[in-house]
């Protein structure tokens, strides 16, 4: 079995930039017991498939292969700091996205109308959005005061969409590109 997941991969010089924000947000939250990625992992989940057979993974990728989307880009900007679930029980914190238009939902939905086909039911609600960190299990408490951490509005362009390999290891995962797939 593949763990795998569907994302939108951050080029190096804005991975580089959310790095920046992050050092502002570990400062911010020192006394919380948080589990920081690292840059080079910075993406933006589409959909997350778990451990899939090889087998299928090759038929998905043909599926995903002829989506027709209507769009050649997706632009985002960086909008400032959340949390899932939310502020009171956190386990992640976040940098939220804002897009112009719908283009990341329409995208969202087909994938999840393809991956219907072989039994892949939709995820929760799609939230754009850069996990930073995610709160120790064992250790989550209420975040009380405003995080006062300046995110850049920085944008995002995405020109495709990949499916990806996630290999679990002791100090975290590894992610590998299995396939990209080009809006156009």
């Not at 993406?43 to 057979?53: M, N, P, S, V």
């Amino acid at each position: 079995m593949i763990r795998c997941f569907l994302s939108l991969n951050i080029e190096r010089s804005l991975q580089n930039k959310l790095s920046y924000a992050q050092e502002d947000l570990k400062k911010e939250l020192s006394s919380q017991k948080i589990k920081w990625e690292k840059a080079d992992k910075f993406h933006l989940t589409l959909r997350f498939l778990g451990d899939t057979e090889p087998g299928k993974i090759k038929i998905i990728s043909q599926e995903l292969t002829g989506l027709k989307l209507g769009f050649e880009v997706i632009s985002m900007t960086a909008s400032g700091i959340g949390f899932f679930p939310n502020a009171k029980k956190p386990n992640i914190v976040f940098i939220a996205l804002n897009e112009d238009g719908n283009s990341t939902g329409i995208l969202v939905d087909e994938i999840d109308r393809a991956l219907g086909k072989f039994g892949f039911k939709p995820d929760f609600k799609f939230v754009p959005h850069i996990t930073m960190g995610r709160f120790r299990r064992d250790n989550r408490v209420k975040i009380e005061h405003a995080i006062n951490v300046k995110i850049e509005p920085f944008e995002f362009k995405f020109d495709s969409f990949y499916l990806m390999k996630s290999k679990l290891k002791p100090g975290g995962s590894d992610y590998e590109v299995i396939k990209e797939f080009k809006f156009k």
